[in-house]
């Protein structure tokens, strides 16, 4: 199977140019009110010219309150609507398919973003790093808003002429605190053992369905396990993907770092993750791979595997134009982000580049 072949989600039929995916990354780059800025709309623009034949966009917040990131660009309210569709106009100029992640940081705020003194989340449980406050439990009305927000920026992707939404589900923000038992300790329906931990990120996704209806793409995004004690495992995960598969969505997207990894929690365990969810969903719904992919052979793996998509993150920070390079079968392709003008040359807004450039091992950067 090839990377450039077309694929067609199984519920809104739309048809996918190549199995190639601009992975979603957050920018922070966007106005102090949530718009999209110039800088972030070239970023997406030239990804989709550069053959990625589906792009998603950063994190984009469904509720302010839920704003995790500083210049984060939001999907709260209908004062984003021309914000949002500077984006899918631009990513759909070049013929690519343009997907909305939608978000809400909950606990993983940035104190610097937030109007109240704490953030929220399923329970008061500060996450295990640094930099992080305690959030305060959000009430069930609260619970029952956000699942009404995400309904809603979907259909206002939907009006602002995007194809489809991606449920931000995973790397430790809100939907992953209330499936997980480090971050959800409630003992009302929304908390409790496995059952009633599934529940948010079920009705959640049943929700933004019901609300788009099925002409539209919806995708889920999940990890497959949390490091802490008590957090997510493997097992529960498997449960997860196995509830996901029976809510109508066009594909599950698991966040690995590494696609080939094995299990963090069991070191002695060698399998990779994606092959055993792979197994669980049979043929379900498709999964978008991604995770420290940077050449054709480590793309093509997880299609070998039985993954349907791939989705490239830094690598196509630094080289914009990875598919159409790789499908002209040229050798000339970038290695690392330039040290210096790298924005210029790579067409990044600059507080991403900047952020990237401060924070050493996070993005491959070319030596001078
Ligand atoms: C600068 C940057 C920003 C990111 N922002 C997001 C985001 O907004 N949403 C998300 O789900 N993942 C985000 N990620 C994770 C990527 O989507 C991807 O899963 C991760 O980088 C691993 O893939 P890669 O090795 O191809 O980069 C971000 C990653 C980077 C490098």
């Not at 106005?31 to 997406?44: D, M, R, W, Y």
């Not at 995007?162 to 908390?191: C, K, M």
């Not at 957090?231 to 770092?257: E, K, Q």
Request: hydrophobic share 40%.
């Amino acid at each position: 199977m090839s990377l450039f072949e077309p694929y067609t989600l199984p519920v809104s039929g739309v048809t996918l140019p190549n199995r190639l995916v601009l992975a979603p990354m957050t920018t922070y780059s966007g106005t102090p009110e949530g718009q999209i800025s110039p800088g972030e709309v070239a970023l997406l623009q030239r990804r989709a010219a550069g053959g990625f034949g589906t792009v998603i966009t950063a994190a984009c917040y469904v509720d302010r309150d839920g704003q995790a990131f500083i210049n984060q660009w939001g999907c709260d309210n209908d004062d984003k609507l021309d914000s949002l569709r500077k984006a899918a106009s631009a990513i759909k100029a070049e013929g690519a398919i343009a997907i909305l992640q939608i978000h809400d940081g909950g606990r993983m705020a940035d104190p610097k973003v937030l109007r109240e003194p704490a953030p929220r989340s399923a329970s008061a449980i500060a996450a295990e790093r640094q930099g992080y406050l305690e959030p305060r439990a959000m009430t069930a009305a609260e619970v029952e808003k956000s699942i009404a927000d995400f309904a809603a920026a979907a259909k206002r992707a939907a009006v602002a002429g995007f194809d489809g939404v991606e449920i931000h589900g995973a790397n430790t923000y809100l939907i992953q605190q209330f499936f997980s038992p480090h971050s959800n300790r409630r003992d009302d329906e929304w908390g409790g053992d496995l059952e009633r931990r599934l529940r948010y990120p079920i009705t959640l996704a049943k929700a933004v369905r019901a609300a788009v209806g099925d002409q539209f793409i919806v995708g889920y995004r999940f990890s497959p396990e949390e490091i802490e004690n008590p957090g997510i495992t493997f097992d529960d995960t498997l449960v997860l993907v196995d509830r996901l598969a029976d809510c109508r969505l066009d594909y599950l997207h698991i966040s690995l770092g590494n696609y080939a990894a094995g299990s963090m929690r069991d070191p002695q365990s060698t399998q990779r993750l994606s092959t055993l969810v792979i197994e669980k969903l049979a043929g379900r719904v498709p999964l978008m791979a991604v995770g420290g992919i940077e050449t054709v052979e480590q793309a093509e793996l997880p299609l070998q595997d039985g993954a349907e998509l791939v989705a490239l993150g830094r690598v196509a920070l630094w080289e914009p134009d990875w598919p159409n390079k790789v499908k002209a079968g040229r050798t000339d392709l970038r290695q690392a982000l330039p040290a210096k003008d790298g924005d210029i040359i790579c067409t990044l807004p600059r507080p991403l580049y900047e952020s990237i450039i401060q924070r050493a091992g996070w993005v491959k950067i070319a030596a001078e």
